[in-house]
């Protein structure tokens, strides 16, 4: 049940010169997980212990970034035409994600989790709409 609810984990291992939020360094950089029916995939870039991207694995397409990202968008990903830019909260708590290693506690996974969910959640009316205004257009030009 956990796994379905995990949409983000990232890390990087990275110079010791780069300064981190908490002080440690990200233990991953890309992780990729089944949330509902799709499979997604969130990744940290630069190392710098943030989230740029948050992508579908299957068409590679990126539907939620960190603000001012897109300028580093990668040749192997392209924008859906409905992304979202994510808030400054929204960064900060999926980033969190890039911390978690063998001994983070299971109380402090859940909450990164059902935080991550409930924000997600909350973009998904205006995701849903953008999606239905682009078929509604799509069939009139049919």
Not at 91 to 102: A, G, L, Q, W
């Amino acid at each position: 049940m956990n796994r379905r609810l995990i949409l983000l984990a990232l890390g990087l291992l990275v110079a010791s010169c780069v300064s981190y939020p908490s002080g440690e360094k990200p233990t991953n950089s890309l992780y990729c997980d089944n949330f509902m029916v799709y499979e997604m995939c969130v990744t940290d870039l630069n190392g710098d212990g943030e989230i740029e991207f948050v992508y579908f694995e299957g068409s590679q397409q990126a539907f939620m970034y960190r603000p001012g990202a897109l300028r580093r968008l990668p040749k192997s990903l392209s924008m859906h035409p409905c992304a979202t830019e994510m808030d400054e909260e929204m960064v900060k708590t999926t980033s969190r994600m890039f911390y978690i290693d063998e001994s983070t506690t299971l109380l402090e996974k859940t909450d990164i989790r059902g935080t991550l969910l409930l924000k997600y959640m909350t973009a998904l009316p205006e995701i849903t709409a953008c999606n239905l205004r682009r078929e509604a257009a799509s069939d009139a030009g049919s």
